[in-house]
């Protein structure tokens, strides 16, 4: 699906401390979020000026992971990063050491009164290949005006730190009748508590560029926890269900047709898996599939029982 840029929680909002990296402080920013079989994904920016904001980044996440772990970002003019290269000196360097990397600042004094920008590398520290990724790009490249570096960072690869850190609210599942239900009746489904229908999340590089990913509710899609002889399953169930309404037509939620009483527990569990589906804002080529969550949710179900009398 193409259309606005939509994002597993993240949450970068560490300032921007030094383009030059290096020698001086360096930008961190941290984003986390829980995959969906329950593993710690994220994204750790490593010398990076980008910032994530928006509502969409405290949530469950879908393990969404950014497809390039390394990158260039812009610094700084030639007289600007030698300005930072000649006084970023650190309180731990002794001062030979220092003596040593100021004698090594010739490739910056030569780029002094020409035009261009210089670039440094930035990195997702939670990628287990960002390292060999880094090791494979020069600490610094000066690039002339309106030029992007090989490496150089991308408006898809912005998004895709965006969708990396975009979430949506953990399924809370809402069912009529709530404490049990019964052979041949309709067990209507919903969410509850879902809050705002649409999420989104910026990655803004300040001053360059900026991607916003939105998610929107879209349908659920619903499992009986049994097969389909014990179960009927009606799926017309666009922006996440709609609650139970006396008279109203059923059309979202399960109807079973056996008690659950020979099941495991004594119950069926059902599953139900939220899409949202993600778009991307601005003129581009590119899209996201939806984000999509579950949670699983009990229902008895047994038998109503009659009682016939004879005649007197």
């Given at each position: 699906m193409i259309g606005k840029v939509v994002v597993a929680g993240l949450l970068l909002l560490a300032p921007f401390a030094d383009p030059g990296g290096g020698t001086g402080g360096k930008p961190e920013a941290k984003g986390f979020q829980e995959g969906k079989n329950g593993e710690t994904v994220g994204v750790i920016l490593k010398d990076s000026r980008i910032i994530v904001s928006g509502n969409g980044t405290s949530g469950k996440s879908d393990g969404y992971r950014v497809r390039r772990p390394c990158w260039y970002e812009p610094g700084g003019n030639a007289k600007d990063m030698l300005k930072k290269q000649e006084e970023s000196k650190p309180e731990w360097m002794p001062a030979t050491e220092w003596n040593r990397h100021l004698e090594s600042l010739k490739e910056f004094?030569?780029?002094?009164?020409?035009?261009?920008?210089?670039?440094?590398?930035?990195?997702?520290?939670?990628?287990?290949?960002?390292?060999?990724?880094?090791?494979?790009?020069?600490?610094?490249?000066?690039?002339?005006?309106?030029?992007?570096?090989?490496?150089?960072?991308t408006i898809q690869e912005l998004a895709d730190i965006a969708r990396a850190a975009l979430t949506v609210p953990e399924p809370k599942i809402e069912v009529n009748p709530d404490a049990r239900s019964y052979v041949n009746l309709d067990t209507w489904v919903w969410l509850g508590d879902v809050g705002s229908k649409t999420r989104s999340v910026t990655a803004t590089l300040p001053g360059v560029m900026s991607a916003t990913v939105t998610a929107t509710l879209g349908r659920l899609e619903i499992k009986s926890g049994t097969t389909d002889d014990r179960a009927t399953v009606k799926q017309d169930c666009a922006d996440g269900g709609k609650?139970?309404?006396?008279?109203?037509?059923?059309?979202?939620?399960?109807?079973?047709?056996?008690?659950?009483?020979?099941?495991?527990?004594?119950?069926?569990?059902?599953?139900?898996?939220?899409?949202?589906?993600?778009?991307?804002?601005g003129n581009v080529n590119f899209g996201y599939a939806p984000v999509q969550v579950s949670a699983d949710r009990d229902v008895a179900v047994g038998e109503v029982q009659s009682v016939v009398k004879g005649d007197d």
């Open positions: 004094k030569d780029k002094v009164g020409k035009e261009g920008t210089w670039w440094t590398r930035a990195y997702n520290e939670a990628d287990p290949n960002a390292l060999s990724c880094l090791a494979a790009l020069e600490p610094y490249v000066f690039v002339p005006p309106n030029t992007t570096p090989p490496a150089g960072i609650p139970y309404s006396k008279g109203a037509a059923f059309s979202c939620g399960v109807t079973y047709r056996r008690a659950s009483a020979d099941q495991s527990r004594g119950v069926y569990t059902m599953t139900v898996t939220a899409v949202w589906p993600v778009t991307v804002e």
